[in-house]
């Protein structure tokens, strides 16, 4: 039996949306700037694509900018923001947020901001308290994003943003507040407006769209310059001739999945639950790293005590099972995970971090097999490992 435990790393693509795509390669494959009847076919589905998708987020159409992936649109997010501001000053995100985040805060300290990353608790979230104390008078954008790739804790954003908006009030530049939102578009229902967001991040390969393809949304009158030079597509924001197919899918993707959300969002739970007491009963000396009854049900992270994630990743694999580890592999040695360590797991259990991760395409049946299978796979490998309970 196949079992596809990963989908936190990529989806498989939506019929529904594979169908979509496919006459946009050969029939309908104008360029979107061109004048002419093809150009004009493609352009109309570029901004019908563009307006369904800015409808499932509670956006304007007008505040949507597709991108080459969820990456892309954290990069240009946090460096057009700031150029647009045009000052050094502090920036602040949290320990956790994913490398498309990190590593963009890393560069930008190399460039001369002052960044401040925040800490999550056991569970994997913020401390408002911390986020609001962080603030100074040179603070010039926070980026959260919306729930974890690695445990799937959901960030307290709305109640950010508000902390942010009492601040701007008395401000005359606004501090601009960025959500990576490329584990929950699709899976949680998202109101930009609601949440109170600047910019938000998608990408479709996280929901069941095709990969190399994200969104980022601006919010209207907020600050931005475009980090590529060309032509002017994408509100000068995003140059190169847009990938019409795949914006399409896209759209199809989101609204595939958030017309069946609800449903969606309760088969996940009942797999992760199944999941989690099944292997809880069966297998001794694991911990479930995150809060599972608060966090996305879309994400079970669990630490294997004594043995390598790795190890058990190759060997579920070679059963069938596909899921990922909680470790960074680094030049072949493998490091315990940023998130991991910033919640405080002990390295041992960290080590051995397996992250299963749920779309709506899993079935019970799969969930049988992987509980059929797991617990000898682990025992298999206590027997031999070094780490193991003396
Ligand atoms: C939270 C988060 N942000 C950003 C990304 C990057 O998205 P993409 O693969 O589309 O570049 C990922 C991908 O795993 C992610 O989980």
């Keep these: ?42 352009k109309k589905i570029l901004e019908d694509s563009r307006q369904k998708t800015a409808s499932f987020i509670k956006a304007d159409a007008d505040e949507i900018i597709f991108t080459g992936c969820g990456t892309e649109a954290d990069n240009i ?23 498309a985040v990190l590593h963009s805060f890393k560069r930008l300290e190399n460039l001369g901001y002052e960044a401040v990353y925040l800490n999550a608790d056991k569970n994997g979230v913020i401390s408002l308290d911390e986020l609001k104390n962080s603030i100074t008078d040179n603070t010039l954008l926070v980026s959260i994003m919306h729930a974890n790739n690695e445990m799937g804790a959901i960030e307290p954003i709305k109640e950010a943003a508000q902390i942010i908006s009492e601040i701007n009030k008395t401000r005359k530049e606004k501090i601009v507040f960025h959500m990576d939102a490329v584990q929950t578009a699709g899976k949680i229902p998202i109101d930009v407006k609601d949440l109170g967001i600047d910019l938000l991040a998608m990408s479709a390969h996280k929901f069941n769209g095709p990969k190399g393809i994200g969104a980022l949304y601006v919010k209207s009158g907020t600050k931005i310059s475009p980090v590529m030079f060309g032509g002017h597509h994408e509100n000068n924001l995003r140059p190169g001739t847009e990938n019409v197919p795949y914006i399409a899918g ?30 809880l009963k069966s297998i001794p000396d694991i911990s479930i790293n995150g809060d599972s009854k608060t966090n996305l049900p879309y994400i ?19 059963a069938g099972i596909a899921v990922s580890t909680g470790s960074a592999c680094a030049s072949g040695s493998s490091e315990p995970s940023h998130v991991l360590s910033a919640m405080g797991i002990d390295p041992v259990s960290a080590q051995g971090a397996i992250r299963f991760s749920f779309n709506h395409c899993n ?6 097999y992987v509980l059929e299978v797991l617990p000898k796979i682990v025992e298999e490998l206590r027997k031999m490992s070094p780490l193991k309970k003396v």
Excluded: C
């Excluded at 502090?90 to 956790?96: V, Y």
């Excluded at 079970?300 to 190759?314: K, P, S």
């Design 77 to 99: 997010a946090l460096f057009g923001a700031l150029d647009a501001i045009g000052s050094k000053g502090r920036i602040i995100t949290t320990k956790i947020e994913h490398h």
């Design 300 to 318: 079970l992270n669990a630490g294997f005590n004594y043995i390598e994630g790795e190890a058990l990743l190759l060997k579920l694999d070679m």
């Design 250 to 279: 896209l759209a199809k993707a989101l609204e595939v999945n958030i017309n069946n959300i609800d449903e969606n969002y309760k088969s996940a739970a009942l797999l992760k639950d199944k999941l989690q007491s099944g292997i």
């Design 363 to 368: 079935t019970e049946k799969e969930i049988d």
């Design 1 to 42: 039996m196949k079992v596809y435990l990963d989908n936190s790393a990529t989806t498989a693509v939506d019929t529904d949306v594979i169908n979509e795509m496919l006459p946009l390669f050969s029939l309908f494959y104008g360029n979107a700037s061109s004048f002419h009847s093809y150009g004009r076919q493609a």
